[in-house]
């Protein structure tokens, strides 16, 4: 094809109108992480993008936010933002009034680890990108299923492809989202297409761990997560463990919608018919 051929497939006639896509990456393990450098490198000439992540490392904080100290914001040498808060902080300083402008997409990672099943829940990676979903916009949670970093480089080669196959056109208009995606530490060729995926659940956490301090005080250590529990067909881990790239859409409602009217009969305190 002659250089500057313009063809069907190329021919966009609203191109002119289209804006360079606005992307917030942050994570949980910090902003020196291998995952959020990979993940920066994979996504920075897609669009305008902007780093501010935690100082250190943040994982299983959720969506907490400092309310009792100040946040201060510094300047990496490569440009990256980083603040002495949690991932949410990040996030949330970012989207009311660091940035100083709306982005078209948060995407936090590539986690140190799987964000799987109840993991979800405690995740710092899934918290910094709820705090964008929970103002609006487009998030997604990137983590490798397996700590290390091994084939890192393939994950940020997936990630890019998924943002990049999202494009604007889920970006703009309509309701936000938020997904959570896991992919398997394994070689680019080897990472099987990605699969659409219910949380499945994890047995519990295993003991705490009791140490004694070197000034004889007992000390405790949240002991591992569990192992999978429910990893049946259609959950995120029957998909990765198959190969898989794993994919959950989240919402963050927390009703148990199923048992509001159990609830109302069994307390008594509400008559039946005010549940909606
Ligand atoms: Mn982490």
């Keep these: 094809m002659g250089a500057g051929l313009v063809t069907a497939a190329t021919y966009n006639?609203?191109?002119?109108?289209?804006?360079?896509?606005?992307?917030?990456?942050?994570n949980d393990d910090g902003y020196q992480a291998p995952g959020i450098l990979a993940l920066y490198e994979a996504l920075k000439?897609?669009?305008?993008?902007?780093?501010?992540?935690?100082?250190?490392?943040?994982?299983?904080?959720?969506?907490?936010?400092?309310l009792h100290s100040p946040l201060y914001v510094h300047r990496a040498a490569n440009g990256f933002r980083y603040v002495n808060g949690t991932p949410a902080d990040c996030v949330h300083i970012a989207l009311t009034g660091l940035l100083g402008y709306r982005p078209d997409l948060v995407v936090s990672g590539?986690?140190?680890?799987?964000?799987?099943?109840?993991?979800?829940?405690?995740?710092?990676t899934v918290g910094a990108a709820m705090e964008g979903y929970l103002f609006g916009v487009p998030a997604i949670a990137f983590s490798q299923t397996d700590k290390g970093w091994q084939h890192l480089d393939a994950a940020a080669a997936k990630a890019r492809e998924l943002v990049q196959r999202l494009g604007a056109?889920?970006?703009?208009?309509?309701?936000?989202?938020?997904?959570?995606?896991?992919?398997?530490?394994?070689?680019l060729g080897q990472i099987k297409p990605m699969k659409v995926c219910r949380l499945g659940?994890?047995?519990?956490?295993?003991?705490?761990i009791t140490q004694t301090s070197p000034r004889g005080e007992t000390m405790y250590w949240i002991g591992a997560a569990g192992a999978a529990k429910d990893d049946a067909e259609g959950t995120d881990f029957h998909a990765t463990f198959q190969g898989h790239m794993a994919m959950t859409p989240l919402q963050v409602?927390?009703?148990?919608?199923?048992?509001?009217?159990?609830?109302?009969?069994?307390?008594?305190?509400?008559?039946a018919s005010t549940v909606a």
């Design 201 to 208: 659940r994890r047995h519990l956490a295993e003991p705490v």
């Design 13 to 26: 006639p609203m191109s002119f109108l289209v804006t360079p896509m606005k992307i917030l990456i942050s």
């Design 110 to 124: 590539i986690n140190n680890g799987a964000n799987m099943g109840d993991d979800t829940i405690y995740s710092g």
């Design 45 to 66: 000439d897609l669009g305008e993008v902007e780093v501010v992540a935690p100082e250190h490392n943040n994982s299983a904080k959720s969506n907490a936010l400092t």
């Design 253 to 271: 409602d927390l009703t148990d919608h199923d048992r509001l009217q159990h609830w109302a009969q069994t307390t008594g305190a509400l008559d």
């Design 169 to 187: 056109n889920a970006l703009h208009g309509g309701a936000p989202w938020l997904l959570n995606v896991n992919i398997p530490n394994l070689p």
